[in-house]
């Protein structure tokens, strides 16, 4: 039988059949009590493409839990070697140890983004009902200095390592893949982005769902007032203005909320929110999943 993960009302299957993507044995992982899957999904068997994905169960009750997909940008650049195991991953790679083990991420997300063309092809074929998939809304960041240097150092010597490859069903752990943070060929090449997603957060914010925006207001490569620039531009009526968010008794950043859509700042964060403030990002995200505004009392 296939493993099937659940996301909504929509069935994710994997490429394994029984239960095999589950990992058990990867090298340097601390002691967890969730189950956690990882391996090829097909997705186009004619032209033998397949996708890598590293699915964690939440700590509890996770067949009462929404599906949260994390997908880093670049382009090209990998979901697994940022988003798993330097940001918001239950494992974040050791930079004690040069990238030879894991340690405990105790703001993991999966104690409980989607990309807007993502998010807006989900909802063009949810009129097809046998691939309904419940989406409810988007998290995006605006999402370097701050934290440690190496990190991607780290990351590549731990992933290209045979035991960590074969423990993820990455490889047979002798045929072994080159496993880079960034493919600059895609990065390079890269010519299908859009000119604007606003058009798309339109299309999304009229079909209901929820869209949450945020920065880091010391990220210096997608700065704050630039994010709030194009934002202005669908021109959204103001349901709550600009006020501070709070977490564990302090000013964890500024919010606005607008009709469908909130834009929010972390204070003191640069590019890789998470990186800067996990357990802010934590408080943040809950606020998101329990469909609540980001905290704004003490």
């Known amino acids: 039988s296939h493993r099937h993960y659940y996301g909504g009302g929509r069935k994710l ?19 967890v009590d969730f189950q ?17 994905y590293w699915f964690y169960e939440a700590i509890t009750k996770p067949e009462e839990k929404p599906l949260v997909l994390w997908l880093n940008g670049g382009p090209g650049c990998s979901s697994v070697g940022y988003g798993a195991t330097q940001e918001i991953g239950p494992f974040l790679v050791d930079n004690n140890n040069d990238g030879q083990g894991l340690k405990f991420n105790n703001f993991s997300w999966n104690k409980g983004k989607y990309v807007p063309e993502l998010a807006e092809l989900i909802h063009d074929r949810n009129k097809d009902p046998s691939l309904y998939i419940d989406l409810k809304g988007i998290l995006m960041p605006r999402m370097m200095g701050g934290y440690d240097p190496c990190l991607d150092d780290y990351a590549t010597a731990f992933y290209n ?18 496993w880079t943070i960034c493919n600059n060929k895609i990065f390079n090449d890269w010519a299908d982005s859009k000119p604007s997603v606003i058009p798309i957060y339109k299309k999304l914010i009229s ?18 007032l630039s994010t ?13 203005p600009w006020r501070p968010w709070y977490h564990e008794n302090e000013v964890s950043g500024w919010y606005e909320e607008y009709q469908g859509l909130t834009f929010a700042t972390f204070r003191g964060a640069g590019h890789a929110v998470p990186c800067f403030k996990p ?20």
């Open 279 to 298: 357990s802010n990002s934590l408080a943040f995200f809950t606020s998101f999943l329990h469909g609540e505004s980001p905290p704004s009392t003490k």
């Open 13 to 31: 299957r994997s490429s394994s059949d029984n239960g095999t993507d589950l990992v058990t044995n990867l090298p340097g992982q601390p002691h």
């Open 228 to 240: 709030r620039y194009s934002l202005s531009t669908l021109a959204l009526p103001v349901t709550k």
């Open 36 to 52: 956690h899957y990882a391996g090829y999904v097909t997705v186009n068997e004619t032209n033998g493409r397949a996708l890598f």
């Open 207 to 224: 079909a209901g769902l929820r869209i949450w925006v945020y920065s880091g207001d010391t990220d210096g490569r997608v700065p704050v």
């Open 161 to 178: 390592r045979p035991d960590v490859q074969k423990a993820l069903h990455a490889s047979d752990g002798h045929n072994l893949k080159n």
